[in-house]
């Protein structure tokens, strides 16, 4: 909310002066009147950085100052004909709150400075104001209502403040137009692994003015597929994707969840207790969370002949009851640490029969008081995170080979690698013919192939490697290297002594 405008020029004698200001008082003192105010800060101790030298004039000034902020844009238009000292300094400026984000009136002061710019240049409309006789200013006995500066400043802070804009005349061909566009936090950051769902009918709202990347990625988006999954289903690059996404949750149309997973586990916050006292969220998730039919019904759905007398779908107008306050509140309470979700509808199996589970997880994370405990890989010990370690040990491995194969070579000695080979063959001479052959193609590799391969086998795991440090959870990992979570699961046992904690 704007709580004082007023304009101020540098004055040829008297220096940084104080022209107009509304309301009466807000900026310098007044004479005793029914409307005038207490000054909201002392105008004296930051004229020189509202009129500042020319040098510092055309650009956007904030100032701090007694738990206010002043925003003002001064500018200085220069005539060697028209002005004393051939300068004219002047400044509209507005007082906010010190804590108030201000970006959406910066653009107000930027324009109003633009265009009085314009005005005096064209006519002289700030300048002859002066010239006027019996104008009183700011300060004076008799200040307000006369001049058209004034009623401008008047009419610019009650619309902004109303209405957040306002379209004022000014004269036969100059009219002002001004806009207060709402602020948003910025969204939070998108990842491969979040589950957008949208909050708004989004195929309602589409046009095709709308960006390509939207429009392909609008039909995947149903609180199911991950960013990656939308990704792949629309074919578009990943980064646009996500950039897309960012977009509508800038602007509310969906928020982010994580992967539902019956293997996942969930547990109540600290909020959970707001849900139970709140009888409209309670009757919200009642009739959002009912289905006629799940796997855990006592009863299969009536079903309606298809074509050739074979069950089609749901019989129309099927009923059925809500589930009770008292069985909501009690599985919502029964979800807990170390407890998977599997395992908890099993524990309830007779309590869900009419109950999508899966939105009733859904509310509850949407709704603040459900979480979900994610599962984090940590290595005991510390493992290698580039590829350059495991080259460099490849690199030194072949150096030392090629030592002492060359002067082995060239005597006509056995090699290590020949010697290993015959004493295999000589060993299994007595086997029968398909062992032999087995058993020579398991003794054919040498120590040092063997473990040559066992350092390629390790440099290709290594991007499993930078997620074993305790801050990246399984829905990352798996949405990073594109497999399941069993598959994950598996290759990151395989580095060894590696924990899995929930958090």
């Given at each position: ?33 029914p409307?005038?105010?207490?000054p ?14 020319r040098?510092f ?10 738990r ?37 009136y ?12 314009n ?25 307000g ?5 004034y ?18 005349p ?53 609180g ?47 909020d959970?207790?707001?849900?139970f006292?709140d009888?409209?969220m ?5 009739r ?13 759905p ?16 099927v ?89 082995a ?15 295999v ?8 013919g ?12 040498s120590?040092t ?13 290594l991007?499993l ?6 801050t ?32």
């Open positions: 909310m704007i709580k004082s405008i007023f304009y101020t020029r540098f004055h040829p004698e008297k220096g940084p002066t104080v022209l107009h200001q509304v309301p009466e008082g807000s900026v310098i003192p007044c004479p005793p009147s409307t005038a105010q207490t909201l800060f002392d105008f004296a101790s930051i004229s020189d950085y509202l009129i500042p030298r040098e004039c055309d650009r956007l000034v904030a100032v701090c100052v007694n206010h902020r002043v925003l003002g844009y001064p500018v200085c238009i220069h005539d060697d004909t028209r002005y004393e000292r051939n300068e004219f300094i002047f400044n509209f400026s507005i007082v906010l709150e010190e804590d108030v984000e201000y970006s959406a910066a653009s107000v002061v930027r324009k109003l400075a633009r265009l009085f710019r005005l005096e240049e064209q006519g002289g409309f700030l300048s002859k104001e002066e010239g006027m006789e019996g104008l009183v200013i700011a300060g004076m006995e008799g200040y209502g006369r001049a058209k500066v009623a401008l400043c008047e009419m610019i802070q009650q619309d902004l403040n109303n209405y957040c804009e306002c379209m004022i000014i004269d036969e061909s100059n009219t002002l137009n001004l806009k207060l566009f709402p602020t948003r936090p910025p969204p939070a950051p998108v990842h491969g692994w979040h589950v957008p769902l949208s909050t708004v009918r989004l195929s309602s709202l589409q046009t095709s003015a709308w960006d390509l990347t939207l429009q392909k990625i609008i039909p995947h988006i149903n199911v597929n991950t960013v990656v999954r939308i990704a792949m289903l629309a074919d578009t690059d990943f980064a646009l994707t996500r950039k897309a996404v960012s977009h509508l949750l800038y602007y509310g149309c969906m928020i982010l969840l994580d992967v539902f997973q019956f293997g996942a586990i969930y547990a109540p916050t600290a959970i207790g707001a849900f006292a009888d409209k309670q009757e919200e998730c009642r959002y969370i009912a289905v006629p039919y799940t796997p855990f019904s006592e009863q299969p009536p079903l309606t002949a298809g074509f050739g007398g074979e069950p089609s779908t749901l019989a129309p107008h009923t059925f009851a809500l589930p009770a306050r008292s069985t909501l509140l009690h599985l919502y309470s029964t979800l807990r640490q170390g407890l998977t979700l599997k395992n908890w509808c099993m524990e309830h199996s007779a309590d869900l029969g009419n109950i999508d589970v899966r939105r009733l997880i859904t509310f509850g994370v949407i709704k603040g008081f459900l979480y979900r405990v994610h599962r984090y890989a940590i290595a005991a010990k510390p493992y290698p995170q580039d590829a350059s370690t495991v080259e460099e040990e490849l690199r030194v491995m072949k150096q030392r080979e090629k030592l002492w194969r060359a002067p070579m060239s005597s006509g000695w056995m090699t290590p690698t020949e010697a290993e080979e015959r004493a063959a000589a060993r299994d001479a007595a086997l029968p398909q062992d032999k052959r087995h058993a020579s193609d398991r003794g054919s590799k120590k192939d063997a473990k040559q391969e066992g350092m390629e086998t390790k440099g290709a795991d991007p490697a930078r997620f074993l440090d305790g990246h959870c399984l829905d990352e990992i798996c949405a990073e290297l594109r497999l399941s979570e069993k598959e994950v699961t598996g290759k990151l046992t395989g580095f060894g002594d590696v924990l899995f904690v929930h958090r």
